[in-house]
């Protein structure tokens, strides 16, 4: 019997977004994340790629396993063999599903959860064949995003997905990795993890001072005590930004104001991140006009009539902090001729490239052009390079392959054992 695990990087050596991970072993093939790929317009584009035995033919693959919900990571699971399971993290699966609904997507069917358990950030050992996979709940820009941490034959496997330690869980970033260390010691090897498969989005970034999540919010509060209305253009998934601006406008006593599509996703994950049933209306719903024409009976009674009840009119007729998205600018220009904009300001809180997307860009030029400032604030959803070279000097990886990365020859100056891949190259561990 062969005890070695092989692993194939199919797509992500050489790109930002689009990463495809298969993992093998004697009894097991998996796939880790299938989504959708970045184009060079800054727009998600579905090339979906034909791999025999996972989207066309017959089934080779025994499961595929998505990080986060970021469609880069998700967002062509639709287009997977319907016989193959794919595991996705529960409250990843229903922002997952919100997003489909609201892009008139196919949705997947197949789809097994995973749950983190309660009161700690790992979930329960899933087992395929001879390979045991764990998730590990880990800072990013989308709620509940995980790494896998795959063992086999005594081997173990670690595929960071997306990560950071800036944001509002960064402060679990070490205990998670010091806990996936005490679990594998037990192999008594020095290497704590046989292969790190790692995110480099940020090798081509040199400046390591990053922005925190909760210096953001202090940033923004500052921003938000300037205006008497704020407009925020950001990711409706980044709940750690939803909760910084919420936190601001609270601070600078503005009524806090989501999009249909945002207030779907804060109440469906509920608890203490902002959502309409935050009490003493402090957070409302606002419906764009887009949506009162173009959109059909069914979706207006699943995704809009629910939320009725907490579209508050008065919270424009104040001061007030507003999700928007660039298909809004009818919504802002009516306000406008309402007099409900007297000195504003539009928040761009999202990467700065997807400013040249054309949507985008015709947005805020109508914008400003109606006297709203512009103003910048973000701060990144992945790991600078000491963030990177923090989680390898306490994983102890034997051999590290960078993905996710424009840059991946930036891993041989981070990674003393950097193993540098190209796409479909496969190595053995």
């Known amino acids: 019997m062969n005890n070695s695990i092989k692993i194939n990087i199919i797509k992500g050596t050489n790109q930002i977004g689009g990463c495809i991970t298969e993992i093998q072993s004697d009894k097991a093939r998996i796939i880790i994340d299938f989504g959708e790929d970045l184009d060079n317009e800054n727009k998600f584009s579905e090339n979906v790629p034909k791999i025999d035995g996972l989207t066309v033919g017959i089934p080779k693959y025994d499961a595929v396993f998505i990080t986060h919900s970021h469609q880069d990571h998700i967002g062509l699971i639709d287009r997977i063999l319907p016989s193959i399971p794919v595991y996705v993290e529960e409250k990843s699966k229903k922002i997952y599903e919100l997003t489909c609904g609201f892009n008139n997507k196919k949705c997947r069917e197949n789809i097994k959860i995973i749950k983190f358990r309660k009161g700690r950030f790992d979930s329960a050992d899933i087992l395929i064949n001879d390979m045991i996979i764990k998730y590990y709940k880990v800072d990013h820009s989308a709620y509940n995003s995980a790494m896998v941490l795959i063992k086999c034959h005594e081997k173990t496997i670690l595929h960071t997905g997306d990560f950071r330690n800036h944001g ?77 601006f919420f936190k601001a406008s609270i601070k600078t006593r503005k009524k806090f104001i989501e999009d249909v599509f945002t207030a779907n996703i804060t109440l469906e994950l509920g608890g203490n991140i902002p959502n309409p049933k935050f009490d003493d209306n402090k957070v409302s719903v606002w419906e764009p006009a887009i949506y009162k024409f173009c959109k059909s009976k069914e979706f207006r009674e699943k995704y809009i009539e629910p939320l009725v009840k907490y579209k508050h009119v008065e919270s424009v007729y104040g001061d007030y902090a507003m999700m928007v998205k660039s298909s809004m600018y009818p919504d802002i220009k009516m306000l406008y001729n309402k007099g409900k904009i007297t000195n504003a300001c539009l928040v761009y809180s999202m990467w700065h490239n997807y400013l040249k997307k054309p949507d985008v860009e015709l947005f805020v030029n109508k914008v400003q052009a109606l006297g709203i400032d512009f103003v910048e604030l973000h701060t990144s959803g992945h790991a600078n390079l000491d963030t990177v070279r923090l989680s390898a000097k306490i994983l102890k990886p034997k051999n590290v392959i960078p993905i996710h990365t424009k840059n991946k020859e930036k891993a041989r100056e981070i990674f003393e054992n950097a193993v540098i891949l190209d796409d479909n190259e496969q190595i053995e561990i």
């Open 168 to 244: 509002y869980k960064g402060d679990k970033f070490i205990p998670t990795l010091n806990e996936i260390v005490s679990n594998n010691i037990s192999y008594n090897k020095e290497e704590t993890i046989d292969c790190l498969i790692t995110e480099g989005t940020c090798f081509d970034r040199n400046n390591n001072i990053t922005v925190t999540e909760q210096d953001l919010s202090d940033k923004a509060s500052q921003i938000f005590s300037k205006y008497n209305q704020i407009f925020i253009m950001q990711s409706s998934t980044n709940i750690d930004r939803i909760t910084s």
